[in-house]
Every structure is written in C-alpha cells, then in structure tokens.
C-alpha cells in the first residue's frame, strides 16, 4: 500500500507540474524544497551529514545554505524530470556545455565503446538526452523500483529519449560488454554501493564502497573508462568528462581497487567544486553506526 500511494504521489506530481506553467513549476519545486529543508526530516538529515563531510571546515551558516541549494538543486531535478517530456530537441542540444567532449567522441567515433562512470549529481538524464540526440547509442542499467507501474514508468521515460535501459541482474554485465563492442556509449551511475560486493575507497577522508562494474567492464573490453560530473548552469548543465588511466599492473582485483579509488577521486572534484549539485540523499560512509547488510 505504501509502495503504491507513493507511486501515485509522482504520477500525481508528474502530471500537475507539466501542466502547469514553467515559472510557476519552477517556484512550486522550490517551495516544496524550502519546505523540506525547513522540517529537516531523515533525507534532508543524512544530506546534511553528507555534506558536511565534504566540507569539513564549513561553519553552521554556510552548511544551512548550502543544503538549502542543495535541495533546490535535488527539485530542480524532479521538476526537469517531470517537464523534460515537452522540451524541443533544440532546447535539449542548446542548454547543455561540455568539457572534454572529445573524450567521449574519439571513442564513438573508432567505435571501441566508451564506458561513463558518474555520481548522483545535477540531469543525468538531460545529459544522456543531449548525447542520444546526436545519434549516440547510450544504454544504461535501472535497478527495479517497486512497485512495478513506477519502475515501468521510469523505464518508458528514459527510452523515449533514445536510450537502451538494462534490468540490474547476473547477466548485465556480459550484454553490457556486447554493447561496447557494438561500439556503444555505457553510462553508469556509480558513486554507491554498500553492499558486500562493492569497492572499498578513501572519499572526502573516509571509508566507502562504489560499484566495480565500469572498472570489470574497462578491464573487459579495453573500451576507455571516463568520468562525468554533471552540475547545474542558469541555463541548464555542464557536464566535465575525466579519463581515466587504466593500471598496467597488478592482480585484476587489484586492477579494478584502483580504477574504483580514481573513479572516487573524480567524483570529489567535482563535489568540491558543486556540493550543491550532489544529490546524495543516502548513506554513502561505511563507518560511525554503519551496519553490514546480512
């Protein structure tokens, strides 16, 4: 019962915000941002402590400033979201800047694949739109939400923009590498992972885990391995791909310690340089009252 009115509750939110005016869209989730941070329930709590962590020397003001942005920015998303269905091609090419485009280009066009490891951070999904819409083959992984009609929901959303969405199973990995060869652009999100099988990382000073699929996938296919930090503009985003140097020596579980631990380093960079576009409204640490996973 809770998984559904919970899905109702984004049907709801998905129709009324396209339907009502931009600016007003816009203020309505900012409003609702405002609401949340003011009542400081568990989500807005744990980003509070995570930012923090990436700002260990920020005073009490400027951490209360900086999770208001941050939830702004966390809206913004949900409203894009909800809107992006309406947006022209146009407006899609025309609000996105890139750093280091060629790193993904070069790949795309020798047709060896190209593997993009990214965090929570600003529209992922407007930066894959922008890519997709210039003819790129973009296939990416979704973990199953329940209940079922939003997962489905989500799903029908991102293929509309012309991306392959893989369920998250025991065969990802084999088709994803399929795809590479296929020469492919492979977008994963992978700044989390706390199970037993994700990495461990030193981030912002502490312990972590991150996902290995894009480190075993590199490793795999020799497809290079770069990252993106997507933050927000006044217009829209900016996205700075990294590359990331494969090690040459070394066990592969070595191999893949230090992809990962790069990978992490990208990701600080670029949640030093936009904390606020961080949307990281979960657990990311491993110690404190962590708990392993039974």
């Known amino acids: 019962m809770k998984d559904n009115l919970a899905a109702y509750a984004y049907f709801a939110g998905w129709r009324i915000v396209r339907w009502l005016p931009e600016k007003i869209a816009y203020q309505l989730a900012y409003w609702v941002a405002d609401h949340l941070t003011k009542r400081n329930g568990k989500n807005v709590s744990r980003l509070r402590s995570n930012l923090r962590r990436t700002k260990p020397d920020v005073t009490s003001l400027d951490l209360d400033l900086l999770v208001f942005n941050a939830m702004r920015s966390y809206m913004r998303y949900w409203c894009d979201t909800f809107r992006f269905p309406d947006w022209s091609a146009e407006r899609v090419r025309e609000t996105v800047t ?12 020798a047709k060896t694949g190209v593997i993009v490891s990214l965090p929570h951070a600003g529209n992922w999904d407007h930066a894959g739109a922008y890519f997709c819409a210039q003819g790129v083959h973009l296939v990416t992984v979704a973990e199953r939400l329940k209940p079922e009609k939003l997962f489905l929901k989500f799903l029908q959303y991102r293929q509309a923009m012309g991306m392959e969405v893989l369920p998250l199973d025991g065969r990802v ?3 994803l590498a399929q795809r590479l060869r296929q020469g492919a652009l492979v977008a994963l999100v992978a700044d989390r992972d706390l199970s037993r099988t994700g ?3 030193d981030f912002f000073g502490g312990p972590s885990r991150m996902p290995a699929g894009p480190a075993l996938l590199a490793l795999k296919t020799d497809a290079p391995l770069i990252t993106a930090f ?6 829209g985003i900016h996205i700075d791909f990294k590359l ?3 090690p040459s020596a070394g066990s592969d579980a ?6 990962v631990q790069m990978t992490a380093k990208h990701f600080e960079e670029g949640i030093s340089e936009h904390p606020e576009d961080w949307h990281m409204l979960q657990r990311i640490w491993t110690d404190g009252d962590f708990v392993e996973r039974a």
């Open 199 to 201: 990495i461990n990382v």
């Open 173 to 175: 990995i084999g088709t």
């Open 230 to 235: 997507v933050s927000y503009t006044d217009a």
């Open 98 to 109: 890139v750093t280091n485009e060629h790193l993904l280009f070069d790949a795309i066009a």
């Open 254 to 259: 070595e191999k893949v310690s230090e992809i």
């Open 244 to 246: 990331i140097i494969l």
